[in-house]
């Protein structure tokens, strides 16, 4: 990335448009803790440049 980024984003899951939507607030971990990350969810990791 080439920007700055927030530190906390909202966002939200529609379930496809099924009952009410579910809400997030989403923020930044360190790279070194993201094994914590859901399967399949760190796997573009070592695309970072930090």
Do not use: Y
Request: proline share 10%; aromatic share 8%.
């Amino acid at each position: 990335m080439n920007q700055l980024t927030p530190e906390r984003w909202p966002s939200e899951e529609d379930h496809d448009r099924h009952g009410e939507s579910t809400r997030f607030e989403c923020f930044w971990i360190p790279p070194e803790t993201a094994h914590v990350l859901q399967p399949g969810q760190g796997a573009l990791l070592g695309l970072l440049d930090v």
